[in-house]
C-alpha cells in the first residue's frame, strides 16, 4: 500500500468526459490498495476565461477579488470529480482550499503555501475515502481566499504530498512526460525517463510551463518523488530525482524558451564608476528585476551602451523609472524592444564538460541568429534573441546537441 497525490491539469478535467477518465484512474490506484489524494485544476481555458472578467471590470482590479474570481474555476472541477467518484463507487469528499486550510501567506494572486492542516484527510484515508482538494487555492492571513500564481495547481499537489509524507505525487497532464524540449514545438522531441530536480527548476523557470517552478523547489526541499505523465495514455511518465539517482549524466538533457522577457538599451552612457550603481539600483528599489547584463564600450572609450532584460510586464513601469533618473545617469536615448525571446540549454552534465556555449553559438551562427544577450550559470547557457526566430532555434540547437529523436 502507498500514498499518492494524482494531480490532473486543465485537458485532464477539460469536460465530464475527461472528468470520468481521471476518476477512473484515481479508481484504478484505489483499488490497488493506496490511499490517495486527488488535485484539480480548473477546466483549460477556465481560468484565462476568469482573469478577463476581471480586466474587462476594472484593468487595476484589486487582488483579493480577482483571487475570489479566478479561485472558482477549481471549485467546480473539485466537485465534478467526487461526483464521478461515487458514480464509480468510490468514497470521496471534495475539498476547497479554505476548508481543509491549506494556509499561505497575505501576497494575493501569488501566495505562497506555509502550512497544510491533514489530519482529518488522513483519518478519512482510514476510512477508505479519497479525498479531492481544490488546487491553485489557498486561505490568507486576512482570513480571504487567495491563489498561488498561474500554474500554481502543481505546487497545490506537491505540497500536499510533503505534508500527507507521499510515497509518490503525480502530475496527469496532456504530454507524455517531460521532454528535451516542448513537443509541441519539436516535433522530435524525446521524452526523458529521468530528470533531475536542479535541471527540471532551471526548465521550469526558463519556461517550460509543464511545471510551475514553484513545485519543483517545493519537490526538491521537501524530496518528494514527483512524476509527469499523461492522463490520456498508459505510458510510462517522466520521474523527477536526485542526481545522484541518475547514472549517466547527460551534458544537454532539454532546450527551452521563453517569451516574457524585454530589452532595454541606454545608448551613451558615461563610462564611469557608479553609472551601474544608479542604473540598476533605481530598478531594484522599484521592485523590478533585471536578468541579462551586457555593456558595450564605444571606440573612445567615453561612453557605453548599456543593454539589460526586465518582465515584459515590467516594461513600462521600467522605462518610467529610467526616464526619471535621466540626468542622474546621463544618456542620450533609451530604446525599449518587446520583441525578445530568450532561448535556453539546461543540463547537469555542463558542470563537468566545455564547450556548450561554444556550440550553442554556432548553431546560431548556422541559421544566421543573432545573439543580443548571454548568461549562464553552472548548469545552464541562455541567449537574447529576435522572437520570430523561437522555433528556428530551439530546433536548431535541439538538433546541435544530439537531442533529436531518430
Ligand atoms: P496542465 O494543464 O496539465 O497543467 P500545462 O499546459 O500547464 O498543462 O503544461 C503542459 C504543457 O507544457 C504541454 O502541453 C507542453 O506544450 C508544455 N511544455 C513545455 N515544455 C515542455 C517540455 N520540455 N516537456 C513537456 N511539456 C512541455
Ligand atoms: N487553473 C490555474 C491556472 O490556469 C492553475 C493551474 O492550472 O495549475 O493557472
Ligand atoms: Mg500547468
Redesign the pocket.
Known sequence: MARLVMKF????VAGTERIRNAAARVKREVEAGNEVAVVV?AM?GETNRLVGFCREIAPLHDAREYDTVVASGEQVTTGLMALALHQIDVSARSWLGWQIPVRTDGTHGSARIEAIETAEIERRFGEGQVAVVAGFQGLGPDGRVTTLGR?GS?TSAVALAAALRADRCDIY???EG??T????IVTRARKLAKITYEEMLE?ASLG???LQTRSVEMAMNHRVRLQVLSSLSDAPGTLVIDEDEIMEKRVVS?I?YAPDEAKITLHAVADRPGVAAVIFGSLSQANINVDMIVQSAAPDGSTTDITFTVGRTELERALKVLEGKKSDIGYSRLSPDPNVVKVSVVGVGMRSHAGVAQTMFQALAAKNINIQAISTSEIKVSVLIGADYTELAVRALHSAFGLDAA
Open positions: 491539469g486543465g485537458t485532464s485544476s483549460a500554474g502543481d497532464t496532456d504530454v517531460i521532454f524540449a516542448d513537443p509541441r526548465l517550460a510551463r509543464v532539454g527551452t
